[in-house]
């Protein structure tokens, strides 16, 4: 099952903090804005969307070691959400 959330990187700086943590995860995460989608794991990939608008980050919790290691993402991208 996939788990989506709307999120904002709006300054370059948010993009580099928000990368970090999500490559401390194993688990597969693309964000999505409109039809162009990217891995959230690479820098370049987000500079390539649109980041004035909030995006859609796609988790495919099926991969999640367990609820807790989600629980703890979502902890850890809070300041994110949008």
Do not use: C, W
């Not at 903090?17 to 693309?30: A, C, G, L, P, S």
């Not at 990939?45 to 495919?60: H, M, N, Y």
């Amino acid at each position: 099952m996939m788990q989506k959330v709307e999120i904002r990187l709006s300054l370059a700086e948010n993009v580099k903090t928000f990368v970090n943590i999500v490559n401390k995860y194993e688990f597969d995460m693309d964000l999505r804005a409109g039809r162009h989608v990217v891995d959230a794991k690479s820098i370049l990939g987000i500079f390539s969307l649109d980041l004035s608008k909030p995006i859609t980050l796609e988790i495919d919790d099926d991969k999640a070691a367990n609820a807790d290691s989600m629980k703890r993402l979502m902890d850890d991208i809070k300041p994110f959400i949008v």
